[in-house]
């Protein structure tokens, strides 16, 4: 190997560090609480799209943001554009955040109109 070619090497592994390391700290459950957490309210906003589908929640006045599983697994789990719809009621069950300060959690179970949908079958606590 060329000195030139040695010298890039370094350059490149740090390159796909930095990719890597948001992409990590990013997903997985390692900002969430242990216990389990339940969250009602009324939506006030869908997202279904990259990195993770999202809900926003109208808690008596407070408005929590809750994560839902990467936009194939939340559609496979059932819950897409038509199966909800601002203003519609919400029970998501999961993990709040570590962080106190911040109104935000991670569902593995929502239900809309009677309807349920586990967007994260393992993790959601038995029916």
């Known amino acids: 190997m060329t000195r030139s ?11 796909v560090l ?3 390391v948001p992409a990590l700290a990013h997903h997985g459950w390692s ?5 389990q957490f ?8 869908i997202y279904i799209g990259n990195p993770h589908a999202t809900l926003d929640v109208d808690v008596e006045g407070e408005s929590w943001r809750v994560e839902l599983a990467p936009p194939s697994r939340t559609i496979a789990a059932g ?4 199966a909800a719809a ?3 009621e919400v029970v998501a069950i999961g993990n709040r955040s570590r962080d106190e300060s911040e109104r935000r959690m991670k569902a593995a179970r929502i239900i809309v109109g009677g309807n349920t949908y586990n967007v ?3 993790r959601a606590p038995p029916s």
């Open 5 to 15: 070619a040695r010298s890039g090497v370094p350059l490149l592994a740090l390159g």
């Open 86 to 88: 601002p203003g519609d």
């Open 38 to 45: 339940r969250l009602e309210g009324i939506i006030t906003d």
């Open 18 to 20: 930095l990719l890597v």
């Open 120 to 122: 994260y079958p393992g």
């Open 31 to 35: 900002w969430t609480e242990d216990g």
């Open 79 to 82: 819950f897409d554009e038509g």
